[in-house]
Nanobody
């Protein structure tokens, strides 16, 4: 699976932004999808994950209630809708994928994922 993240940019605090992660390969529909982010000088951190049947989602506490993860298996694309953005959301955002058997599986650990996109920069000004 090859992943291509897009949609980043420079926005003001309180704005919204939607990231996309386009995947190639036939196994996307059976992959857990995740979003992670890495700010300068910090470790990569979990943001959100969605099961391959889209019935189960998981969020980091720092983004819960503001971000929404979604997917469209027909389009081989995952999304991260980011609302009420804060300066502390500034980071490079990465999408990741892991083929799994369980339709409700979500994953929070970066090491659990097999495939990664190249990252897209999100900058939130105050």
């Amino acid at each position: 699976v090859q992943l291509q993240a897009s949609g980043g940019g420079l926005v003001q605090a309180g704005d919204s932004l939607r990231l996309s992660c386009a995947a190639s390969g036939r196994t996307f529909s059976k992959c857990v999808m995740g979003w992670f982010r890495q700010a300068p000088g910090k470790e990569r951190e979990f943001v959100a994950s969605i099961s391959w049947n889209a019935d189960n989602t998981d969020y980091a506490s720092s983004v819960k209630g503001r971000f929404i993860i979604a997917r469209d298996n027909a389009k081989n694309t995952a999304y991260l809708q980011m609302n009420s953005l804060k300066p502390e959301d500034t980071a490079v955002y990465y999408c990741a994928a892991k083929p799994v058997d369980g339709p409700y599986t979500v994953l929070e650990l970066a090491n659990d994922y097999d495939y990664w996109g190249q990252g897209t920069q999100v900058t939130v000004s105050s």
